[in-house]
């Protein structure tokens, strides 16, 4: 699938993940390839994703690596969006 995320400044990352977790307001949750359609706030936390995935040099410093191999970005807030294999996070 195919994930996005922006901030208030750039394009922090844009490319094919094997999959997403976002921290909900109602709690963490994972979203896959055919995931149903969804739109969500997001409260602080860590953006995870998995898959063979390049960060801009540019905004390397703004991720780190989790301890199962993922690329996390941590986050204040945010609104997610997915729709047909399409996801957007919109990150402060």
């Given at each position: ?8 400044e750039?394009?922090?990352?844009a ?22 359609p ?9 953006v ?28 204040v ?16």
């Amino acid at each position: 699938m195919y994930l996005e995320i922006v901030s208030p400044e750039a394009t922090l990352f844009a490319g094919e993940v094997t999959s997403v977790t976002v921290p909900g307001i109602n709690g963490e949750f994972q979203m896959l390839q055919n995931h149903a359609p969804i739109v969500s706030l997001l409260q602080e936390g860590d953006v995870k994703v998995q898959g063979d995935i390049t960060i801009e040099e540019d905004f390397q410093n703004k991720f780190s690596k989790g301890p199962n191999g993922e690329t996390v970005l941590s986050i204040v807030s945010g609104t997610i969006e997915m729709k047909d294999n399409k996801v957007i996070v919109l990150a402060d």
